[in-house]
Nanobody, 117 residues
Framework: QVQLVESGGGLVQPGGSLRLSCVATGLSFSRYDMGWYRQIPGNQRELVARIVGGGAPTYGDSVKGRFTMSRDSAKNTVYLEMNSLKPEDTAVYYC???????????WGQGTQVTVSS
């Protein structure tokens, strides 16, 4: 059974930092494209960052230069380092694992990030 478990969310002041983690179990981690998405209630889910295959991370325009995604294949884990956080970064952040060739697409349960003074 595939599971993606996110952690690291919480309340942080504007300008602060958080590090999200996502541990993947039950899948062949190296075969999957991994991504972070976020969603505000009433809005569509938005791409934050992703790593396709063994390539470099790509980022949504609103987080470029502030967020860094990394991948540790030894731990089946992806991370999202978030710096210079803004109130508009407040959302539920979701981890995603996708294997397009076999139409596999999995989501974590999400972790809340709130940026507020």
């Amino acid at each position: 059974q595939v599971q993606l478990v996110e952690s690291g969310g919480g309340l942080v002041q504007p300008g602060g930092s958080l590090r999200l983690s996502c541990v993947a179990t039950g899948l062949s981690f190296s075969r999957y494209d991994m991504g972070w998405y976020r969603q505000i209630p009433g809005n569509q889910r938005e791409l934050v960052a992703r790593i396709v295959g063994g390539g470099a991370p790509t980022y949504g325009d609103s987080v470029k230069g502030r967020f860094t995604m990394s991948r540790d294949s030894a731990k089946n884990t992806v991370y999202l380092e978030m710096n210079s956080l803004k109130p508009e970064d407040t959302a539920v952040y979701y981890c995603n694992a996708k294997w397009p060739m076999w139409n596999k697409d999995y989501w974590g349960q999400g972790t809340q990030v709130t940026v507020s003074s």
